[in-house]
């Protein structure tokens, strides 16, 4: 990946125009979310990870979409109050995007460039979901709904991890704590 990352236009869960210039320098990780998926839980976990890490340069980027099973019907509005009242999300939401297929964001093609492969039981949560009839598409496609692309400080994603991978896992946890001793 290149810095450009930090020039891809996004915009906040409130609609304004950003890019993640403001997070150079952080250590981010970076997941696409939904609200009505079995992993939303996943939420209550991502909270706890960004409240202990987010003092020493760390912060998780909560990119909304609906591509799996429609499980982000919502608004921005709606979804933003969902994640701040249920689960007391203080980490940055942004606007829904595509992660995958057509239309796909700019900022996902970068990240599944640079990594194409996840971490975790991809291959396991792959087999789980054909089993329910789901096509999960190419392997190096966003699988499901709570992806995780770890990214250094220097804008470089450097891991993915596989959506069944949870917040406290201790692969994703010390993934983290490395590059956040890192300079």
């Given amino acids: ?18 890019t993640l210039r403001a997070y150079d320098g952080k250590v981010l990780l970076i997941v696409n979310v939904a609200s009505q998926c079995g992993l939303t839980p996943q939420y209550t976990g991502l909270e706890s990870l960004y409240e202990r890490f987010a003092d020493r340069g760390f912060e998780i980027l909560g990119f909304p979409a609906n591509e799996f099973g429609a499980q982000e019907p919502g608004s921005n509005a709606e ?8 689960f007391g999300v203080k980490f ?5 995007i595509v ?24 291959a396991g949560f792959r087999t ?16 499901w709904n709570f992806e995780k692309f770890l990214v ?6 450097v891991a ?12 994703l946890v010390s993934a983290i704590e490395r590059e956040l001793a890192r300079s």
Avoid: W
């Fill in 152 to 157: 250094d400080r220097h804008g470089n994603a």
């Fill in 79 to 86: 979804i933003q109050e969902f994640c701040s009242t249920k």
């Fill in 160 to 171: 993915r991890f596989a959506p069944s991978t949870k917040p406290d896992d201790p692969e």
């Fill in 99 to 122: 992660v995958k297929g057509d239309g796909q964001h700019p900022l996902y093609r970068e990240l599944v460039a640079a990594q194409p492969s996840a971490r975790g039981d991809a």
């Fill in 128 to 143: 789980q979901l054909k089993g329910y009839g789901i096509d999960t598409g190419r392997e190096e496609e966003i699988l």
């Fill in 1 to 18: 990946m290149t810095a450009s990352l930090y020039d891809i236009p996004v915009h906040r869960i409130d609609g304004s125009p950003t």
């Fill in 92 to 96: 940055p939401m942004f606007e829904k």
